[in-house]
């Protein structure tokens, strides 16, 4: 079992940054690649970005190529995503989830666990 808890969401004007963080508990020792999600109103839960257990491999969506960052403490096992340039359209609930295959994946079945979420709203 893998608990995760996202923080950092808030609102922010267009162009702005945000980092959200996600702290992982229970079974963090074993290797894991860790995603961050996105949902918006009326939307499907959408793929954002992905790292490996040893942060070498990633992965993003195109829609955030360039101005998202995803990166990972394993020693404080929390993986990070860093947000700049923020759009009205990133306007989302955000989650992270775990894949115990440490495969970087983007589809959302292949995640185990999933965390409760953190709104972001950006202002235009």
């Known amino acids: 079992q893998v608990q995760l808890v996202e923080s950092g969401g808030g609102l922010v004007q267009a162009g702005g940054s945000l980092r959200l963080s996600c702290a992982a508990s229970g079974r963090t020792s074993s290797p894991y690649a860790m995603g961050w999600f996105r949902q918006a109103p009326g939307k499907a839960r959408e793929f954002v970005a992905t790292i490996s257990w040893s942060g070498l491999r990633k992965a993003y969506a195109d829609s955030v190529k360039g101005r998202f960052t995803i990166s990972r403490d394993n020693a404080k096992t929390t993986v990070y995503l860093e947000m700049n340039s923020l759009k009205p359209e990133d306007t989302a609930v955000y989650y992270c989830?775990?894949?115990?295959?440490?495969?970087?994946?983007?589809?959302?079945?292949?995640?185990?666990?999933w965390g409760q979420g953190t709104q972001v709203t950006v202002s235009s």
């Open positions: 989830a775990a894949d115990l295959s440490n495969w970087v994946r983007t589809g959302r079945d292949d995640y185990d666990y």
